[in-house]
């Protein structure tokens, strides 16, 4: 049986300029056994045409490296898609993963699934100049 | 304190994996590990057994391995026995970021990982088996 599960929600863009931000929350623990589940949710996204997307994490309890590699494969068809993928609201330990490979260079990591949405209206794909999330 | 051991044996399969985390919570949990390293530790311990399925046995189910604890006076000792193709994790180091973007994967980074949450990470062969080794060492107090 699986301990992990995704489910989906929309929001508006808080700008209202753009097309409105899918919401994946995590549940769980996200391995090597249940990677497939989220690549397959991420694949939905796209498959639908979403490419504004935010992983919201607050009650993701665990991701191995594995699970990471899910973020890593979707990162540039998402942003080629006119898109970007962001986190939000990680538990500290599951964001020190995410820290010890780098992340937070590459994706922009916040601190609330509302800092995400508004991250949209202020950069599609910059996370060099965005308020990294660096829980204690 | 006298050292104490513990022993699990499983199959080669990604659906054990959450089995071996909560036993190495509970070894942890004795051995006296702060919360933090025993998160480090059990994801050491499930990045190795990720690559055993993987690299030792090609993805195949029907392998088997022992994930084996030892709980000494300043550490926990975690290994990692199979009887796959052999693979040392320290010889196969993580790629650069840029090329992982480039190439939409991941692979070597499980072994970075390993690298960087524990103190010490140990490769032998001995009779057909390999084993992996993983020392987390306990903080000292005051």
């Known amino acids: 049986m699986s301990n992990f599960s995704v489910t989906f929600r929309h929001r508006d863009d808080p700008a209202g300029a753009g097309a ?16 497939g589940e989220f690549e397959a949710a ?3 996204c796209l498959d639908e045409g979403h490419t504004r997307l ?33 986190i939000a609201a990680l538990q500290p ?43 204690s | 304190m006298t050292p104490r051991a513990h022993r699990l044996r499983i199959p080669s399969r990604t659906s054990c994996l959450a089995r071996v985390r909560r036993h ?17 530790l059990q994801l050491a311990v499930d ?41 040392d994790p320290k010889t196969s180091p993580a790629p650069p970021l840029a090329h ?8 070597g980074y499980g072994l970075h990982l390993i690298q960087r949450l524990v103190d010490e990470v140990r490769f032998r062969t001995h009779n057909g088996s390999s084993e992996v080794v993983l020392t987390k060492r306990r903080a000292k107090r005051g």
């Not at chain 1, 931000?21 to 549940?27: I, N, P, S």
């Not at chain 2, 992982?100 to 692979?107: K, S, T």
């Open chain 2, 47 to 87: 990045e190795v057994c990720a690559n055993t399925i993987e690299h030792a046995y090609g993805g195949r189910a029907d392998g088997r391995m022992e994930v084996e604890a030892t709980v000494k006076p300043d550490c926990l000792v975690v290994s990692v026995r199979h009887q796959g193709k052999p693979y």
């Open chain 1, 54 to 86: 935010v992983v919201h994490g607050p009650a993701l309890d665990y991701v191995s490296s594995a699970g990471l590699g899910v973020f890593m494969a979707f990162l540039e068809p998402i942003r080629q898609g006119g898109g970007d993928l962001k």
């Open chain 1, 93 to 135: 330990r599951v964001f020190n993963v995410f820290d010890l490979l780098g992340f937070p260079m590459l994706f922009d990591i916040v601190e609330t699934e509302d800092a995400a949405l508004a991250r949209f209206g202020a950069s599609e794909q910059a996370p060099d100049d965005a308020p990294v999330a660096s829980p």
């Open chain 1, 42 to 44: 991420l694949q939905k």
């Open chain 1, 20 to 35: 409105p931000v899918c919401v994946l929350d995590l549940h769980g623990e996200l391995d090597a056994h249940t990677a």
């Open chain 2, 100 to 107: 992982v973007v480039a190439e939409r994967r991941l692979h």
């Open chain 2, 24 to 40: 190495v919570a509970g070894w942890a949990d004795e051995a006296g590990l702060p919360a933090a390293d025993a998160f480090a």
